[in-house]
């Protein structure tokens, strides 16, 4: 179940992170997964031992190459009842984009504003709605947050 968060749920253990990069100008990043033909937020699972942090900076170097902000606001979570576990969705300042050959799971990434994304994830995906209601909790959050401006 998909629910707005402003603070870490403390209840479950997260198991998965997942991040909305902003740009300078306020234009969002997704990645392209080449495998589901999707618009995807950039993140994963946690690997051993690693810090949310740590995974959240891993999955956005693996999968788009990107380096992240150290300010991260969680804005949504996903309670998963077969593991017991959360993953959790934070809205973060893109700070720099690496040359990138894409070999990992992803063929690349896409810069839009949040209507754009949400009207293109609508059409290739006219059957989902939870990646649609990620962003535009994150779009109602950002409007808040006046260092992504």
């Known amino acids: 179940m998909l629910n707005r968060i402003t603070t870490l749920p403390l209840d479950k253990r997260i198991a998965g992170v997942h991040c909305i990069p902003i740009t300078d100008?306020?234009?969002?990043?997704?990645?392209?997964?080449?495998?589901?033909l999707i618009l995807t937020t950039i993140g994963g699972r946690l690997e051993e031992n690693e810090s949310l942090d740590e995974a959240l900076e891993r999955e956005a170097m693996e999968e788009v190459g990107i380096i992240l902000d150290s300010n991260r606001v969680p804005?949504?979570?996903?309670?998963?009842?077969?593991?017991?576990?959360?993953?959790?969705?934070?809205?973060?300042?893109?700070?720099?984009?690496?040359?990138?050959?894409?070999?990992?799971?992803?063929?690349?990434?896409?810069?839009?504003n949040f209507d754009t994304a949400k009207q293109m994830i609508s059409k290739i995906e006219p059957n989902t709605v939870k990646r649609v209601?990620?962003?535009?909790?994150?779009?109602?959050?950002?409007?808040?947050?006046?260092?992504?401006?």
């Open 75 to 112: 804005f949504a979570s996903w309670y998963w009842q077969s593991t017991d576990t959360y993953t959790v969705w934070f809205l973060v300042r893109a700070e720099k984009f690496l040359s990138y050959s894409f070999d990992y799971e992803k063929t690349g990434y896409v810069i839009f």
């Open 25 to 36: 100008n306020g234009a969002l990043v997704m990645a392209w997964d080449r495998d589901e």
């Open 133 to 149: 209601q990620i962003l535009e909790m994150a779009e109602e959050r950002a409007k808040n947050l006046s260092w992504l401006v």
